[in-house]
């Protein structure tokens, strides 16, 4: 064998060592181009991600408040419907006596009213026709 079969082989090429270390250095510069470029796509990425980070916690925090509006407006509404519902039962409380009261004046008027029929009854009966 020869010095040159014994040799292991270059993957760039067959024996030209000038060629195949030019190959290689193409081929280098081009994973370069490729690394800078994949590099500049993961930094443009990491910007969209901070900035998408920034919007989430801008939209939480708007959230976040919206939140507390509408719990304060329950609570307030709850206040209100405690409000109402002690003015009712005042109220339905309050009706029975209402009731009893109305129905005495009814009777006091109907008496009264019969004795104004009464009355003009006697009178009509006296005038002179």
Request: positive net charge.
């Amino acid at each position: 064998m020869s010095a040159a079969e014994g040799r292991p082989r270059c993957r760039w090429g067959g024996g030209g060592g000038g060629q195949a270390v030019l190959r290689a250095r193409a081929e280098a510069a081009g994973y370069r181009r490729l690394l800078r470029a994949r590099a500049a796509e993961v930094e443009a990425l990491r910007g969209a991600v901070g900035a998408l980070h920034r919007q989430l916690e801008g939209l939480r925090d708007r959230r976040s408040g919206e939140l507390a509006k509408y719990q304060e407006r329950v609570a307030e509404l709850e206040r209100e419907i405690g409000a109402a519902e002690a003015e009712m039962a005042r109220c339905l409380r309050e009706y029975p006596a209402l009731l009893r009261l109305r129905m005495a004046l009814e009777a006091e008027i109907a008496a009264y009213r019969e004795m104004l029929e009464s009355e003009e009854l006697r009178l009509g009966g006296l005038a002179p026709p």
